[in-house]
């Protein structure tokens, strides 16, 4: 065992499939071990390359490995499927990841801190929460409804709730239902408040969180989770490439010469997408109180694009220049270096 220079793990719950291979691609070894057996092997073996698909618990897999001197890699599912030969089995699984792993053009994911994976279980809770608060909402305005009460479109309407019930003749037993959601909806507000209001300490102890939200229309929310998810940046060659890990970028289907763009690639994480459309949908609101040559930008888009191709186009933008801020280190300032970010 001590030729291996690659080994593959296909991840699982409690029984983990191991191939490993010497420098020139041949087997020379396959297990299937517990948790606890994997861990007490790699510390035995000689340092060398371990390689697994980005999925639950790969992280923690990583940092452990990383500890033990080895040197952990993480790959992209969608990657790794390609060179599954034959039929599917946990074996070939992991010979797969191997082969892809050895192609001198493979992609790899940075592994997560301990403190990133905290942060990100922050912001899933917070967005579970939120979901559940919206459904919850229309639930009541949905039951209101059913007996003639139309309320006004939100959430600040749920906060009166008790005097809208009080306008109206209704039964006793329905408002005691429709009291037991509200004090549930309330309960969820609570939570996401206590959550935002941890999120907001937690980017100001973090200096590249912190530097985040210098960009324009970028709160906390949207600052923390690309601290999350970008790291040091250095995972990426430039700019544009982090763009379109967060698919921000066309989704081409080109071929005989042609070129043939499609809408947005939607690859990577779907929240953080979804948050940078949001802040610059606002820019867009706000665009005449913004100044400098992103605005100017922005500005002459307008003018021959239609607002949603210009949104996606300035989160394009805007993760391009969290990338800059997190590899060189600096505060975003308006002018013409927010352009060439």
Request: hydrophobic share 45%; aromatic share 6%.
């Amino acid at each position: 065992m001590s030729e291996s220079a690659l080994v593959g793990i296909d991840l699982g719950k409690h029984s983990f499939h191991l191939h490993g291979q010497d420098k020139s691609g041949r087997e020379v070894f396959r297990k299937k071990l517990s948790r606890a057996q994997m861990m007490q092997f790699f510390g035995n073996l000689p340092a060398c390359t371990v390689v697994m698909e980005a999925c639950a618990g790969a992280h923690f897999v990583s940092r452990k490995l990383i500890a033990m001197g080895h040197q952990a890699k993480l790959i992209s599912p969608q990657f790794v499927r390609p060179f599954v030969k034959g039929n599917k089995n946990d074996f070939v699984d992991a010979e797969a990841i191997c082969e892809a792993a050895s192609r001198p053009s493979m992609r790899f994911v940075s592994p997560k801190t301990e403190a990133q994976q905290t942060l990100s279980v922050l912001h899933r809770m917070r967005e579970s929460l939120v979901h559940d608060r919206t459904k919850t909402a229309n639930q009541m305005h949905a039951f209101l409804l059913e007996f003639g009460i139309s309320l006004p479109k939100g959430l600040a309407v749920m906060k009166r709730l008790a005097s809208v019930l009080a306008e109206h003749e209704l039964p006793a037993q329905f408002i005691s239902h429709l009291q037991r959601l509200h004090e549930h909806f309330a309960y969820l507000d609570e939570q996401i408040k206590a959550l935002d209001k941890e999120l907001v300490g937690q980017l100001a102890a973090d200096d590249l969180g912190s530097r985040l939200l210098s960009m324009p229309c970028v709160g906390p929310i949207t600052a923390s989770l690309l601290a999350v998810e970008m790291g040091d940046g250095q995972q990426f060659k430039r700019g544009r490439d982090f763009a379109a890990s967060v698919g921000l970028v066309p989704r081409q289907y080109s071929t005989g010469g042609r070129a043939n763009l499609l809408g947005i690639s939607k690859r990577g994480d779907k929240h953080l997408r979804q948050l940078l459309v949001q802040c610059a949908r606002v820019y867009l609101q706000r665009l005449e109180h913004q100044k400098g040559a992103l605005a100017d930008w922005v500005r002459s888009m307008l003018m021959r694009r239609h607002s949603n191709v210009v949104a996606c186009a300035l989160a394009n933008k805007l993760a391009r220049i969290a990338w800059a801020l997190a590899v060189h280190h600096t505060q975003y300032e308006t002018g013409s270096s927010a352009l060439s970010a």
